[in-house]
């Protein structure tokens, strides 16, 4: 059974903080790492993915990839209110098909 | 360009009934997926479609959810004699394959 686990939250971050969320998985072969911000009430959005160990940059945006440790973060800096939702994590593993975190939700505190 | 539509984007059906709800995916995205979310849950998988390949649909909760998808393009999830429980947010995407999946709308059920 592949399983992704992340915290539920709430995660609070004042406002231009860092805000970091992290991720696990339990399939060794997964190759593709995914992270999505869930609005309340909208459908998943994807702002980030990364195939290999390593930081991987876009904007305030950074995810991280760890293998061997079969753990992926995602960094928000400079936090800002917009940033409030909830981050869903998703892995895929050679068969095209995601299995997603339940989330963690976010709050940045003004 | 057009994103993942899916419609109605709300359902509001007597218990017992039958629904149907489609999508459009992304023109040349290959593969289609449904998910439901039910409120504060993750996404659940439910089926699986690659191309012309025989879809996936081991996410499927019982026998009264099925799902077909003509052409390789438009999608459709039929939930027959729905209960209560099949009330959730149910979601479609679509995916060229490995750049993550492009989710539409949804489409809200309420079972009543």
């Known amino acids: 059974q592949k399983e992704v686990e992340q915290n539920s939250g709430p995660l609070s971050v004042p406002e231009g903080a860092i805000a970091s969320l992290n991720c696990t998985y339990s399939?060794?072969?997964?190759?593709?790492f995914f992270w999505y911000r869930q609005y309340s009430g909208k459908s998943p959005e994807l702002i980030m993915s990364?195939?290999?160990?390593g930081d991987k940059e876009d904007g305030r945006f950074t995810a991280q990839l760890n293998k061997a440790s079969q753990y992926v973060s995602l960094l928000i800096r400079d936090s800002q209110p917009s940033d409030s939702a909830t981050y869903l994590c998703?892995?895929?593993?050679?068969?095209?098909?995601?299995?997603f975190g339940k989330g963690t939700k976010l709050s940045v505190i003004p | 360009g057009a994103g993942v539509s899916q419609s109605p984007s709300n359902k509001v059906t007597e218990k017992g009934k039958d629904v149907e709800l489609r999508c459009d995916p992304i023109s040349g995205h290959t593969a289609l997926y449904w998910y439901r979310q039910s409120l504060g849950q993750g996404l659940e998988f439910l089926i699986y479609f690659q191309g012309n390949s025989a879809p996936d649909k081991s996410g499927l909760p019982s026998d009264r959810f099925s799902a077909e998808r003509t052409g390789g393009s438009v999608s459709t999830l039929t939930i027959q004699r729905t209960q209560q429980e099949d009330s959730a947010v149910y979601l479609c995407a679509s995916s060229p394959l490995r750049t993550g999946e492009d989710f539409g709308p949804g489409t809200r059920l309420t079972v009543t």
């Open positions: 399939d060794r072969v997964s190759q593709s």
């Open positions: 998703a892995v895929e593993a050679g068969s095209y098909q995601l299995t």
């Open positions: 990364i195939y290999s160990n």
